[in-house]
């Protein structure tokens, strides 16, 4: 199944082919440089897809062309920037 993503106001959601909303991340702006990652969830029907690390990558872009840090405090995010070393550019220290 493909799905869509989108940026809302302080999240990223993604969709199914139906409009229907299957995911989201949430995030804060902690000042004008980070953006703080507080929730990562994707319905139990569309699990194990890559809904929520492609959600997580949506903030690192954002990040990224915004130039800005991240700093993840949902457990998902934290593990997410655990495995995968090119995020480290845009993890806050």
């Known amino acids: 199944m493909s799905f869509n993503y989108a940026e809302e106001d302080g999240r990223f959601v993604a969709k199914d082919s139906d409009g229907l909303e299957v995911g989201e991340v949430t995030y804060t702006r902690d000042g004008n440089k980070f953006l703080v990652i507080n929730h990562t969830g994707v319905d139990p029907a569309n699990r194990g897809q890559g809904v929520a690390e492609e959600l997580v990558r949506q903030v690192v872009e954002k990040a ?30």
Request: hydrophobic residues 25%.
């Open 64 to 93: 990224k062309n915004e130039d800005l840090k991240v700093e993840p405090i949902c457990s998902f995010a934290q593990k997410e920037f655990e495995r995968k070393p090119e995020y480290k550019e845009v993890l806050k220290q």
